[in-house]
Protein backbone atom coordinates (compact mmCIF):
# COMPACT_ATOMS: atom_id res chain seq x y z
CA UNK A 1 0.00 0.00 0.00
CA UNK A 2 1.54 3.41 -1.02
CA UNK A 3 1.03 5.70 1.78
CA UNK A 4 1.76 9.62 1.55
CA UNK A 5 2.34 11.67 5.28
CA UNK A 6 2.30 15.11 4.78
CA UNK A 7 3.54 16.98 7.74
CA UNK A 8 6.73 14.86 9.50
CA UNK A 9 5.65 16.49 12.89
CA UNK A 10 4.54 14.81 16.60
CA UNK A 11 1.60 12.79 14.49
CA UNK A 12 3.01 12.03 11.21
CA UNK A 13 6.25 11.12 12.61
CA UNK A 14 4.44 8.83 15.50
CA UNK A 15 2.46 7.46 12.45
CA UNK A 16 4.97 6.60 10.30
CA UNK A 17 6.40 4.51 13.03
CA UNK A 18 3.42 2.72 13.95
CA UNK A 19 2.57 1.60 9.85
CA UNK A 20 6.58 0.77 9.74
CA UNK A 21 6.26 -1.62 12.31
CA UNK A 22 3.39 -3.51 10.36
CA UNK A 23 5.10 -3.58 7.22
CA UNK A 24 3.51 -0.23 5.66
CA UNK A 25 6.61 2.09 4.39
CA UNK A 26 4.64 5.82 3.89
CA UNK A 27 6.76 8.18 2.35
CA UNK A 28 6.88 11.37 4.59
CA UNK A 29 7.14 15.06 3.20
CA UNK A 30 7.66 18.56 5.19
CA UNK A 31 7.59 22.20 3.88
CA UNK A 32 10.20 22.50 7.13
CA UNK A 33 14.03 22.60 5.68
CA UNK A 34 14.68 20.84 8.17
CA UNK A 35 13.59 20.58 11.81
CA UNK A 36 13.76 23.68 13.96
CA UNK A 37 14.23 23.24 17.91
CA UNK A 38 11.77 25.88 18.93
CA UNK A 39 8.41 25.52 20.67
CA UNK A 40 7.35 25.40 23.70
CA UNK A 41 6.35 22.89 26.45
CA UNK A 42 4.15 19.94 26.05
CA UNK A 43 2.50 17.36 28.46
CA UNK A 44 1.84 14.16 27.80
CA UNK A 45 0.25 11.71 29.94
CA UNK A 46 -2.05 8.61 30.45
CA UNK A 47 -2.85 6.97 26.76
CA UNK A 48 -0.07 8.95 24.94
CA UNK A 49 2.76 7.74 27.89
CA UNK A 50 1.41 4.10 27.05
CA UNK A 51 1.41 5.17 23.23
CA UNK A 52 5.31 6.24 23.77
CA UNK A 53 5.77 2.90 26.13
CA UNK A 54 4.93 1.17 23.46
CA UNK A 55 7.01 2.31 21.20
CA UNK A 56 10.07 1.93 23.35
CA UNK A 57 10.31 5.39 24.09
CA UNK A 58 8.97 6.72 27.50
CA UNK A 59 12.16 5.92 28.86
CA UNK A 60 14.48 7.83 26.79
CA UNK A 61 11.56 10.92 27.26
CA UNK A 62 11.41 10.37 31.08
CA UNK A 63 14.88 11.55 31.32
CA UNK A 64 14.17 14.31 29.45
CA UNK A 65 10.92 15.25 31.82
CA UNK A 66 10.90 18.16 33.95
CA UNK A 67 7.57 18.23 35.78
CA UNK A 68 6.73 22.08 37.23
CA UNK A 69 6.88 21.99 40.93
CA UNK A 70 4.95 25.15 42.00
CA UNK A 71 2.66 27.74 40.20
CA UNK A 72 2.72 31.17 41.42
CA UNK A 73 -0.36 33.69 40.51
CA UNK A 74 0.49 36.96 40.09
CA UNK A 75 -1.93 39.89 39.78
CA UNK A 76 -1.71 42.66 37.38
CA UNK A 77 0.50 44.77 38.63
CA UNK A 78 3.11 41.78 39.30
CA UNK A 79 2.44 40.77 42.78
CA UNK A 80 2.24 37.54 44.44
CA UNK A 81 -1.71 36.53 45.32
CA UNK A 82 -0.97 32.60 45.39
CA UNK A 83 1.07 30.07 44.89
CA UNK A 84 0.32 25.96 44.55
CA UNK A 85 2.33 23.10 45.47
CA UNK A 86 1.91 20.82 42.14
CA UNK A 87 3.46 17.83 43.52
CA UNK A 88 -0.07 16.21 44.72
CA UNK A 89 -0.70 16.84 41.28
CA UNK A 90 2.01 15.37 39.48
CA UNK A 91 2.32 12.16 42.12
CA UNK A 92 -1.45 11.34 40.79
CA UNK A 93 -0.02 11.58 37.11
CA UNK A 94 3.17 10.01 38.36
CA UNK A 95 3.87 8.55 35.04
CA UNK A 96 3.12 12.02 33.46
CA UNK A 97 5.99 13.50 31.12
CA UNK A 98 6.70 17.34 30.75
CA UNK A 99 8.53 17.66 27.83
CA UNK A 100 10.16 20.48 25.54
CA UNK A 101 8.57 19.85 22.18
CA UNK A 102 11.90 20.33 20.13
CA UNK A 103 12.95 17.35 22.49
CA UNK A 104 10.14 14.93 21.66
CA UNK A 105 10.33 15.64 18.18
CA UNK A 106 13.40 15.28 17.51
CA UNK A 107 13.20 11.86 19.76
CA UNK A 108 10.20 10.88 17.40
CA UNK A 109 12.23 11.46 14.23
CA UNK A 110 15.91 9.60 15.40
CA UNK A 111 12.79 6.48 16.22
CA UNK A 112 11.86 6.45 12.57
CA UNK A 113 14.32 8.16 10.12
CA UNK A 114 16.84 4.71 9.39
CA UNK A 115 15.44 3.94 5.99
CA UNK A 116 12.12 6.46 6.27
CA UNK A 117 11.61 8.00 2.38
CA UNK A 118 11.62 11.80 4.12
CA UNK A 119 11.63 14.64 1.89
CA UNK A 120 12.18 18.09 3.42
CA UNK A 121 11.24 21.40 1.62
CA UNK A 122 8.12 19.98 0.38
CA UNK A 123 4.66 21.00 0.38
CA UNK A 124 1.68 19.89 -1.54
CA UNK A 125 -0.01 21.85 -4.60
CA UNK A 126 -3.04 19.75 -5.56
CA UNK A 127 -5.29 16.67 -4.89
CA UNK A 128 -7.13 15.08 -7.28
CA UNK A 129 -8.88 11.15 -5.89
CA UNK A 130 -10.88 9.10 -8.06
CA UNK A 131 -11.91 5.02 -7.37
CA UNK A 132 -8.35 3.77 -7.19
CA UNK A 133 -6.20 6.37 -5.91
CA UNK A 134 -4.83 9.93 -4.97
CA UNK A 135 -2.96 11.66 -7.30
CA UNK A 136 -0.54 14.39 -5.78
CA UNK A 137 0.58 17.49 -7.09
CA UNK A 138 4.05 18.53 -5.05
CA UNK A 139 5.20 22.14 -4.28
CA UNK A 140 8.67 21.06 -6.52
CA UNK A 141 6.14 19.95 -9.43
CA UNK A 142 6.40 16.72 -9.91
CA UNK A 143 3.18 14.33 -9.79
CA UNK A 144 3.04 11.59 -7.74
CA UNK A 145 0.18 8.57 -7.13
CA UNK A 146 -0.77 6.98 -3.84
CA UNK A 147 -3.25 4.71 -2.40
CA UNK A 148 -3.93 7.22 0.81
CA UNK A 149 -2.77 10.56 2.00
CA UNK A 150 -3.01 11.47 5.28
CA UNK A 151 -2.47 15.10 5.88
CA UNK A 152 -0.11 16.06 9.06
CA UNK A 153 0.66 19.10 8.21
CA UNK A 154 -0.34 21.24 11.27
CA UNK A 155 -2.55 23.55 12.39
CA UNK A 156 -2.37 25.51 9.00
CA UNK A 157 -3.04 22.57 7.05
CA UNK A 158 -1.97 23.01 3.10
CA UNK A 159 -4.35 19.37 2.84
CA UNK A 160 -7.02 20.66 5.25
CA UNK A 161 -7.31 24.12 2.88
CA UNK A 162 -7.13 21.99 -0.54
CA UNK A 163 -9.99 19.97 0.57
CA UNK A 164 -12.55 22.60 2.64
CA UNK A 165 -10.65 25.83 2.37
CA UNK A 166 -10.78 27.90 5.84
CA UNK A 167 -13.73 25.83 6.90
CA UNK A 168 -13.45 24.84 10.32
CA UNK A 169 -10.91 27.47 11.41
CA UNK A 170 -12.41 29.09 14.72
CA UNK A 171 -9.89 31.94 16.00
CA UNK A 172 -9.85 33.01 19.45
CA UNK A 173 -8.81 36.70 18.74
CA UNK A 174 -5.44 36.06 20.41
CA UNK A 175 -1.85 35.93 19.27
CA UNK A 176 1.08 34.11 21.67
CA UNK A 177 4.96 33.84 21.88
CA UNK A 178 6.44 31.01 23.23
CA UNK A 179 10.43 29.78 23.88
CA UNK A 180 12.66 27.56 25.70
CA UNK A 181 15.77 29.10 26.23
CA UNK A 182 19.25 29.24 28.16
CA UNK A 183 18.11 30.71 31.68
CA UNK A 184 20.14 33.67 32.08
CA UNK A 185 17.92 35.26 34.64
CA UNK A 186 18.47 32.43 37.20
CA UNK A 187 14.71 32.21 37.64
CA UNK A 188 12.86 30.14 40.47
CA UNK A 189 12.13 26.81 39.94
CA UNK A 190 8.21 27.87 39.79
CA UNK A 191 6.14 28.88 37.11
CA UNK A 192 4.74 32.50 37.53
CA UNK A 193 1.65 33.33 35.84
CA UNK A 194 0.36 36.75 34.95
CA UNK A 195 -3.15 38.31 33.81
CA UNK A 196 -4.18 41.76 32.79
CA UNK A 197 -6.13 43.63 30.32
CA UNK A 198 -4.52 42.80 26.72
CA UNK A 199 -1.48 40.59 28.28
CA UNK A 200 -1.46 37.19 29.67
CA UNK A 201 2.10 35.75 30.78
CA UNK A 202 3.66 32.50 32.44
CA UNK A 203 7.46 31.92 32.84
CA UNK A 204 9.53 30.10 34.83
CA UNK A 205 12.78 27.54 35.20
CA UNK A 206 12.02 24.25 33.06
CA UNK A 207 14.92 22.16 34.62
CA UNK A 208 18.39 21.90 33.62
CA UNK A 209 19.19 25.89 32.98
CA UNK A 210 16.58 26.72 30.46
CA UNK A 211 13.31 28.92 30.91
CA UNK A 212 10.08 28.55 29.27
CA UNK A 213 8.05 31.64 28.30
CA UNK A 214 4.89 31.48 26.91
CA UNK A 215 2.56 35.50 26.14
CA UNK A 216 -0.50 35.91 24.92
CA UNK A 217 -2.20 38.66 23.88
CA UNK A 218 -6.00 39.84 22.12
CA UNK A 219 -4.96 39.91 18.44
CA UNK A 220 -7.68 40.08 15.65
CA UNK A 221 -6.12 40.27 12.25
CA UNK A 222 -5.44 36.86 10.52
CA UNK A 223 -1.99 37.53 8.81
CA UNK A 224 1.00 35.98 9.93
CA UNK A 225 2.95 37.65 12.73
CA UNK A 226 7.19 37.57 12.51
CA UNK A 227 8.91 36.79 16.08
CA UNK A 228 10.37 40.50 15.38
CA UNK A 229 6.40 42.66 15.41
CA UNK A 230 5.48 39.59 18.62
CA UNK A 231 8.51 41.29 20.35
CA UNK A 232 7.84 45.22 19.57
CA UNK A 233 4.35 43.96 19.91
CA UNK A 234 4.96 42.59 23.42
CA UNK A 235 7.51 45.30 24.79
CA UNK A 236 4.83 47.31 24.50
CA UNK A 237 2.29 45.68 27.11
CA UNK A 238 4.97 43.23 28.97
CA UNK A 239 6.59 46.00 31.01
CA UNK A 240 2.94 47.26 32.83
CA UNK A 241 2.86 43.54 34.76
CA UNK A 242 6.59 44.17 36.08
CA UNK A 243 8.10 41.71 37.12
CA UNK A 244 10.72 39.63 35.39
CA UNK A 245 8.50 39.57 31.92
CA UNK A 246 10.46 41.61 29.66
CA UNK A 247 13.58 41.10 31.20
CA UNK A 248 13.31 37.80 30.50
CA UNK A 249 11.98 38.43 26.61
CA UNK A 250 14.82 40.54 25.79
CA UNK A 251 17.41 37.79 26.43
CA UNK A 252 15.76 35.50 23.86
CA UNK A 253 17.00 35.57 20.19
CA UNK A 254 13.96 35.99 17.65
CA UNK A 255 14.44 32.78 16.22
CA UNK A 256 13.87 31.02 19.41
CA UNK A 257 10.35 32.83 19.43
CA UNK A 258 7.40 30.29 18.17
CA UNK A 259 4.54 32.84 17.67
CA UNK A 260 1.64 31.80 15.68
CA UNK A 261 -2.32 32.73 16.22
CA UNK A 262 -4.56 30.92 18.25
CA UNK A 263 -7.40 28.93 17.17
CA UNK A 264 -9.33 25.77 16.88
CA UNK A 265 -10.21 23.30 14.11
CA UNK A 266 -13.54 21.85 14.55
CA UNK A 267 -14.39 19.98 11.33
CA UNK A 268 -17.82 17.94 10.62
CA UNK A 269 -15.55 15.38 9.14
CA UNK A 270 -11.74 14.65 9.27
CA UNK A 271 -11.95 11.99 6.60
CA UNK A 272 -12.95 13.15 2.73
CA UNK A 273 -12.53 9.25 0.42
CA UNK A 274 -8.73 8.22 0.22
CA UNK A 275 -7.48 11.30 2.16
CA UNK A 276 -7.85 11.85 5.94
CA UNK A 277 -6.81 14.66 8.47
CA UNK A 278 -4.80 13.72 11.18
CA UNK A 279 -3.49 15.92 14.95
CA UNK A 280 -4.06 19.73 14.34
CA UNK A 281 -4.81 19.37 10.54
CA UNK A 282 -7.97 17.68 11.75
CA UNK A 283 -8.60 18.99 15.71
CA UNK A 284 -6.28 21.33 16.39
CA UNK A 285 -6.83 21.63 20.20
CA UNK A 286 -4.88 25.03 21.25
CA UNK A 287 -1.83 25.07 24.03
CA UNK A 288 -4.56 26.06 26.33
CA UNK A 289 -5.70 22.62 26.11
CA UNK A 290 -2.02 20.96 27.18
CA UNK A 291 -3.01 18.06 25.21
CA UNK A 292 -1.92 18.82 21.49
CA UNK A 293 0.88 16.87 21.75
CA UNK A 294 -0.89 13.74 23.32
CA UNK A 295 -3.76 14.03 21.56
CA UNK A 296 -1.74 13.77 18.12
CA UNK A 297 0.16 10.75 19.26
CA UNK A 298 -2.95 8.54 20.39
CA UNK A 299 -4.25 9.63 16.79
CA UNK A 300 -1.33 8.28 15.14
CA UNK A 301 -1.45 5.31 16.80
CA UNK A 302 -5.42 5.17 16.14
CA UNK A 303 -5.09 5.67 12.63
CA UNK A 304 -2.68 3.08 12.16
CA UNK A 305 -4.57 0.48 14.08
CA UNK A 306 -7.32 1.25 12.13
CA UNK A 307 -5.25 1.11 8.32
CA UNK A 308 -4.00 -2.35 9.52
CA UNK A 309 -7.16 -3.86 10.37
CA UNK A 310 -8.57 -2.37 7.45
CA UNK A 311 -5.67 -0.90 4.81
CA UNK A 312 -8.16 1.34 2.72
CA UNK A 313 -10.37 4.46 2.81
CA UNK A 314 -12.80 2.35 5.34
CA UNK A 315 -9.95 2.63 8.37
CA UNK A 316 -10.70 6.31 8.00
CA UNK A 317 -13.97 6.16 9.64
CA UNK A 318 -13.63 3.85 11.86
CA UNK A 319 -10.05 6.17 13.56
CA UNK A 320 -12.71 9.33 13.30
CA UNK A 321 -15.35 7.40 15.25
CA UNK A 322 -13.15 5.92 18.01
CA UNK A 323 -11.19 9.44 18.42
CA UNK A 324 -13.89 11.94 17.84
CA UNK A 325 -15.35 11.08 21.07
CA UNK A 326 -12.27 12.49 23.01
CA UNK A 327 -11.13 15.79 21.23
CA UNK A 328 -14.79 17.27 21.72
CA UNK A 329 -14.89 17.82 25.39
CA UNK A 330 -11.21 18.65 25.23
CA UNK A 331 -11.99 21.27 22.91
CA UNK A 332 -14.63 22.68 24.87
CA UNK A 333 -12.28 22.83 28.02
CA UNK A 334 -9.83 24.94 26.03
CA UNK A 335 -11.82 27.03 24.89
CA UNK A 336 -13.04 28.41 28.51
CA UNK A 337 -9.36 28.56 29.17
CA UNK A 338 -8.69 30.73 26.58
CA UNK A 339 -11.18 33.31 27.22
CA UNK A 340 -9.52 33.57 31.16
CA UNK A 341 -6.21 34.42 29.30
CA UNK A 342 -7.73 37.47 27.65
CA UNK A 343 -9.74 39.93 30.38
CA UNK A 344 -11.91 42.62 28.64
CA UNK A 345 -10.98 44.98 31.48
CA UNK A 346 -9.04 45.42 34.77
CA UNK A 347 -11.47 44.79 36.99
CA UNK A 348 -11.79 41.34 35.16
CA UNK A 349 -8.56 41.19 35.68
CA UNK A 350 -8.59 42.00 39.27
CA UNK A 351 -11.83 39.64 40.04
CA UNK A 352 -9.62 36.48 38.63
CA UNK A 353 -6.86 37.38 40.80
CA UNK A 354 -9.32 37.46 44.05
CA UNK A 355 -10.58 34.11 42.51
CA UNK A 356 -6.75 32.74 42.85
CA UNK A 357 -6.28 34.27 46.46
CA UNK A 358 -9.51 33.03 47.84
CA UNK A 359 -10.58 29.74 46.17
CA UNK A 360 -9.78 26.75 48.35
CA UNK A 361 -6.80 24.81 46.88
CA UNK A 362 -8.27 21.83 45.75
CA UNK A 363 -10.92 23.69 43.94
CA UNK A 364 -7.84 25.29 41.37
CA UNK A 365 -6.28 21.67 41.61
CA UNK A 366 -9.36 20.36 40.52
CA UNK A 367 -9.65 22.68 37.22
CA UNK A 368 -6.00 21.84 36.55
CA UNK A 369 -6.64 17.86 37.04
CA UNK A 370 -9.88 18.47 34.78
CA UNK A 371 -7.32 18.84 31.76
CA UNK A 372 -4.84 16.22 32.72
CA UNK A 373 -7.44 14.01 32.69
CA UNK A 374 -8.51 14.74 29.76
CA UNK A 375 -6.60 12.75 27.59
CA UNK A 376 -6.09 10.17 30.13
C1 LIG B 1 8.32 24.39 15.23
C2 LIG B 1 7.05 24.13 16.02
C3 LIG B 1 6.93 24.61 17.30
C4 LIG B 1 5.77 24.40 18.03
N1 LIG B 1 5.69 24.91 19.27
C5 LIG B 1 4.55 24.76 19.95
C6 LIG B 1 4.41 25.34 21.21
O1 LIG B 1 5.30 26.03 21.69
N2 LIG B 1 3.28 25.10 21.91
C7 LIG B 1 2.28 24.34 21.39
O2 LIG B 1 1.26 24.13 22.06
N3 LIG B 1 2.35 23.81 20.20
C8 LIG B 1 3.46 24.00 19.45
N4 LIG B 1 3.54 23.47 18.23
C9 LIG B 1 2.38 22.67 17.77
C10 LIG B 1 2.33 21.35 18.50
O3 LIG B 1 3.56 20.72 18.37
C11 LIG B 1 1.17 20.60 17.90
O4 LIG B 1 -0.01 21.13 18.47
C12 LIG B 1 1.10 19.17 18.22
O5 LIG B 1 2.33 18.61 18.35
C13 LIG B 1 0.25 18.49 17.15
O6 LIG B 1 1.07 17.76 16.29
P1 LIG B 1 0.91 17.77 14.72
O7 LIG B 1 1.90 16.75 14.23
O8 LIG B 1 -0.50 17.65 14.33
O9 LIG B 1 1.38 19.21 14.26
P2 LIG B 1 2.84 19.81 14.29
O10 LIG B 1 3.64 19.21 15.37
O11 LIG B 1 2.67 21.26 14.21
O12 LIG B 1 3.50 19.26 12.94
C14 LIG B 1 3.11 19.67 11.65
C15 LIG B 1 4.25 19.40 10.69
O13 LIG B 1 3.77 19.67 9.39
C16 LIG B 1 4.72 20.47 8.70
N5 LIG B 1 3.97 21.28 7.75
C17 LIG B 1 3.24 22.39 7.99
N6 LIG B 1 2.67 22.82 6.85
C18 LIG B 1 3.06 21.97 5.89
C19 LIG B 1 2.78 21.89 4.50
N7 LIG B 1 2.00 22.78 3.88
N8 LIG B 1 3.34 20.88 3.79
C20 LIG B 1 4.16 19.97 4.40
N9 LIG B 1 4.44 20.00 5.73
C21 LIG B 1 3.89 20.98 6.43
C22 LIG B 1 5.42 21.27 9.78
O14 LIG B 1 6.72 21.68 9.36
C23 LIG B 1 5.47 20.27 10.93
O15 LIG B 1 6.65 19.48 10.88
C24 LIG B 1 4.67 23.68 17.46
C25 LIG B 1 4.78 23.20 16.16
C26 LIG B 1 5.96 23.40 15.42
C27 LIG B 1 6.05 22.88 14.00
Not at 92 to 106: E, F, G, Q, S, T
Not at 196 to 225: D, N, V
Amino acid sequence: MRVLIVGGGIAGLTLAWWLRRSGINPHVIDRARSFRRSGFIVNMRGQSVQTLRAMGLDGLLAAQSAPVGRSVFLNRRGRRVRELDLSQLNSVHHDALVLNRADLHLTLYESVRDGLDLRFGLSVQALAQDADGVTVTLSDGRVERYDLLIGADGMHSAVRQLLCGTAGVRPFHIAYVAFLAPDTLGLEAANFQAIAPGIYASLGSFGQGTMGGLFAFPWSASAALTARQCRLLLMERLPALGWRFAEALAQVPDEALFCDHMAQVVLPQWQFGRVALLGDAAYTLTLVSSNGASMAIIGAQVLAEELLRQPGPAAFARYEARLRPQIMPIQRLAAQNARMMTPPHALAADLQSILFRVLPERAILARFAKAAQAAS
